[in-house]
């Protein structure tokens, strides 16, 4: 399963990407038309195959929408489940930062995970961390780091095995270098993942993103969405209708989504609300840096439910971290086989 992407549907033959299922590797392969224009380690797609992959771009295969346009599901004649990007020529980039991220996407595998029952405990934590990961190299590997602005949950993209990759990279800024703070841009994102100093006065900084990232840890554990309109009033927005839970400790159990069925250790929960609760914090400096997330989670990650039970001392991102290996963007994102990057 690949992403594709494409520039706006009356433009002919605009399909741009394939992405190999060997990272770095191109392969050949037909279109049905047999169109084989490459770009690097990508094919090119004819439009017409892409509308017919998401029939004809329809509001049911709509997947989410970001800074450069919207995202389709679709699926090509050989029976292959995509992704397809469609460029938005009127969307806060241009097409040159398109193709930067065309030329990305072509070096990296990815999948598109199809529904499935709920989550356990493990697989949450596991997406969690992979998530963090990615945000760790945006944050401390690259120079200079990088804010991303758009950490929301339907930008972590699974695949069969639910290794995360984050992905929608359109709203992503450059941080602040030498002595500057913070950086100031016009104010922009997605409802209910917005840090509040950001959306007051457009100020953005690196704990923007960890705020976001508290959200998205938020949804992991109460299996609601960041903005429902389906709730009562009170419960639209997760942020809003779990602070009074987050805190008081021995209301922690209210947030824990009951279709796990009582699946995990609760002291490992607790830590998780925990880690949300720091990262949700209204005033950015007292919300913990990336890399002490990623220790944390990676305990709990280490604590898989049916094991035996977790000890007490558990890493709390308030704490230093180790000094880590710093590896290239694929390595320094990659568990094992897993990449946190699209």
Same mark, same amino acid.
């Given at each position: 399963?690949? @992403?594709?992407?494409? &520039?706006?549907?009356?433009?002919?033959?605009?399909?741009?990407?394939?992405?190999?299922?060997?990272?770095?590797?191109?392969?050949?392969?037909?279109?049905?038309?047999?169109?084989?224009?490459?770009? +690097?380690?990508?094919?090119?797609?004819?439009?017409?195959?892409?509308?017919?992959?998401?029939?004809?771009?329809?509001?049911?295969?709509? &997947?989410?929408?970001?800074?450069?346009?919207?995202?389709?599901?679709?699926?090509?004649?050989?029976?292959?489940?995509?992704?397809?990007?469609?460029?938005?020529?009127?969307?806060?980039? =241009?097409?040159?930062?398109?193709?930067?991220?065309?030329?990305?996407?072509?070096?990296?595998?990815?999948?598109?995970?199809?529904?499935?029952?709920? %989550? $356990? @405990?493990? #697989?949450?934590?596991?997406?969690?961390?992979?998530?963090?990961?990615?945000?760790?190299?945006?944050?401390?590997?690259?120079?200079?780091?990088?804010?991303?602005?758009?950490?929301?949950?339907?930008?972590?993209?699974?695949?069969?095995?639910?290794?995360?990759?984050?992905?929608?990279? =359109?709203?992503?800024?450059? =941080?602040?270098?030498?002595?500057?703070?913070?950086?100031?841009?016009?104010?922009? +994102?997605?409802?209910?993942?917005?840090?509040?100093?950001?959306?007051?006065?457009?100020?953005? #900084?690196?704990?923007?993103?960890?705020?976001?990232?508290?959200?998205?840890?938020?949804?992991?554990?109460? +299996?609601?969405?960041?903005?429902?309109?389906?709730?009562?009033?009170?419960?639209?927005?997760?942020?809003? @209708?779990?602070?009074?839970?987050?805190?008081?400790?021995?209301?922690?159990?209210?947030?824990?989504?009951?279709? %796990?069925?009582?699946?995990?250790? %609760?002291?490992?929960?607790?830590?998780?609300?925990?880690?949300?609760?720091?990262? %949700?914090?209204?005033?950015?400096?007292?919300?913990?840096?990336?890399?002490?997330?990623?220790?944390?989670?990676?305990?709990?990650?280490?604590?898989?439910?049916?094991?035996?039970?977790?000890?007490?001392?558990?890493?709390?991102?308030?704490?230093? $971290?180790?000094?880590?290996?710093?590896?290239?963007?694929?390595?320094?994102?990659?568990?094992?086989?897993?990449?946190?990057?699209?």
């Amino acid at each position: 399963m690949s @992403w594709l992407s494409c &520039i706006r549907p009356h433009l002919k033959d605009a399909g741009k990407v394939e992405i190999d299922n060997d990272i770095g590797k191109g392969k050949e392969s037909q279109s049905s038309n047999g169109n084989n224009r490459r770009c +690097g380690a990508a094919r090119s797609f004819p439009f017409r195959e892409l509308a017919m992959a998401t029939r004809g771009f329809k509001e049911v295969n709509l &997947i989410g929408e970001g800074g450069f346009g919207r995202v389709y599901k679709g699926r090509l004649g050989t029976g292959q489940l995509v992704a397809i990007k469609q460029l938005d020529r009127k969307g806060v980039q =241009g097409y040159q930062e398109f193709i930067v991220e065309v030329l990305m996407l072509s070096l990296l595998d990815d999948s598109l995970s199809p529904e499935r029952p709920p %989550l $356990s @405990w493990n #697989t949450r934590i596991k997406i969690a961390l992979g998530a963090a990961q990615g945000l760790e190299y945006l944050h401390c590997t690259a120079n200079p780091p990088v804010i991303y602005r758009d950490l929301k949950s339907a930008n972590i993209l699974l695949d069969d095995d639910f290794n995360p990759k984050l992905s929608d990279f =359109g709203l992503a800024k450059l =941080g602040p270098v030498g002595d500057n703070t913070h950086v100031s841009t016009r104010v922009m +994102g997605t409802q209910g993942y917005c840090a509040p100093e950001y959306a007051m006065s457009g100020k953005l #900084t690196l704990k923007s993103d960890i705020y976001c990232f508290g959200v998205v840890l938020l949804e992991i554990i109460t +299996g609601r969405k960041a903005i429902d309109s389906t709730k009562k009033p009170g419960e639209q927005n997760l942020v809003v @209708w779990s602070r009074p839970f987050l805190k008081d400790r021995r209301k922690f159990i209210q947030l824990i989504d009951p279709l %796990l069925e009582g699946r995990y250790h %609760l002291r490992c929960v607790h830590h998780a609300i925990a880690i949300a609760a720091m990262c %949700l914090q209204e005033q950015p400096t007292f919300r913990p840096i990336v890399s002490d997330i990623v220790v944390a989670l990676e305990y709990l990650a280490s604590q898989s439910y049916g094991s035996e039970q977790p000890r007490d001392e558990v890493p709390s991102p308030s704490k230093p $971290s180790p000094q880590k290996d710093r590896r290239s963007p694929v390595q320094a994102s990659r568990r094992g086989k897993n990449s946190r990057f699209m």
